[in-house]
């Protein structure tokens, strides 16, 4: 069965960090490119950072530029996001999904699975 399970949300000031996990499992994770997104109350679902399966190209929407780190762990079928410096619009869903290739994708129609979200909190 393929999952992808999101974990590490919560509650946080602004300013502060949260870092987010993504386990994989039920495919070849090595060989799928792995996306955030996030959807807020009322607006669309946004790709925010997406890493190859290879590990040498990462995007970040300028949303989160600077701010947020994407990094996989392919021993470990798991994806981190870093979030730094986090600021009340960033309070959203947080979902990840994976796209089979190395192709970066910011399109949450274009991956194959998803997980099932966490949700991010930050007060102000």
């Known amino acids: 069965e393929v999952q992808l399970v999101e974990s590490g949300g919560g509650l946080v000031q602004a300013g502060g960090s949260l870092r987010l996990s993504c386990a994989a499992s039920g495919f070849t994770f090595a060989d799928y490119t792995i996306g955030w997104f996030r959807q807020a109350p009322g607006k669309e679902r946004e790709g925010i950072s997406c890493?190859?399966?290879?590990?040498?190209?990462?995007y970040y929407a300028d949303s989160v530029k600077g701010r947020f780190t994407i990094s996989r762990d392919n021993a470990k079928n798991t994806v981190f996001l870093q979030m730094n410096n986090l600021k009340p619009e960033d309070t959203a869903v947080y979902f990840c999904a994976a796209r089979g290739g190395i192709l970066m994708f910011v399109n949450y129609a274009d991956a194959d699975f998803w997980g099932q979200g966490t949700q991010v909190t930050v007060s102000s």
């Open positions: 890493i190859s399966y290879s590990d040498a190209s990462t």
